[in-house]
């Protein structure tokens, strides 16, 4: 089982539409979690982070985090055509020999189409 | 300006050869991490930080070698030993306090084997 995986792709949504990016991750000790985005040939820039249970909205972006399912989730209201990128799921570990070990999942492609 | 400045931005190694990629940055920041990105592909941590003269090895470490000798410096060695070096490298940093974890990346590295 790998430890972040996400939702496959590629995710074809229309423009104002509500885009929906999930991941799941395999270690209970994990209490960071955060998604980024990454430009064709350009470095992943973070969009949110979350590390409690429950929502976290920031604009057209909510994050959604569940523990108990180990379940992360980014929903993106109103997609713009500028949304078209790769979405990359990440997960820190807080606990053990692999404290602060950051693992991201394989990343699911986001196109809005106009 | 803080950030996190990855040199060179394009290099391309002979075959045998080792090859030293650069990340510095002025963040204050404890953790580095070294990704590599395939096409198509999210990102693999080779090796991580969390503090100086002392690293771990992420999920595919073999082929590469790192030193921590300082707070700002996080250089990764591609050695002859990593049978498929190509790809894009990505340098990042942050806090090591995991409730304050965001990590931030370099503009990358893109190794060509010729």
């Known amino acids: 089982q790998k430890e972040v995986e996400q939702n496959s792709g590629p995710l074809s949504v229309p423009e104002g539409a509500i885009a929906s990016l999930n991941c799941t991750y395999s270690d209970r000790g994990s209490q960071s979690f955060f998604w980024y985005r990454q430009y064709s040939g350009k470095s992943p820039e973070l969009i949110m982070f979350i590390y409690s249970n429950g929502d976290k909205e920031d604009g057209r972006f909510t994050a959604q985090l569940n523990k108990a399912s180990q379940y992360v989730s980014l929903l993106i209201r109103d997609s713009q055509p500028s949304d078209s990128a790769t979405y990359l799921c990440a997960v820190r570990t807080a606990g053990g020999t692999s404290y602060g070990k950051l693992t991201f999942g394989q990343g699911t492609i986001l196109t809005v189409h106009p | 300006d803080g950030g996190i400045t990855q040199s060179p931005k394009y290099l391309f190694r002979k075959e045998g050869q080792n090859v030293t990629l650069s990340c510095e940055q002025n963040l204050n920041h404890d953790a580095m991490y070294w990704y590599r990105q395939d096409p198509g592909q999210g990102l693999r941590l080779i090796y991580y930080s969390q503090i100086v003269n002392d690293f771990q090895k992420g999920d595919i470490a073999e082929g590469y070698s790192v030193s921590r000798e300082k707070k700002e410096s996080f250089p990764l060695t591609v050695t002859s030993a990593q049978k498929n070096p190509t790809a894009f490298y990505l340098c990042?940093?942050?806090?090591?306090?995991?409730?304050?974890?965001?990590?931030?990346f370099g503009q990358g590295t893109r190794l060509t084997v010729v």
């Open positions: 990042a940093s942050s806090l090591r306090d995991i409730g304050r974890a965001e990590a931030f």
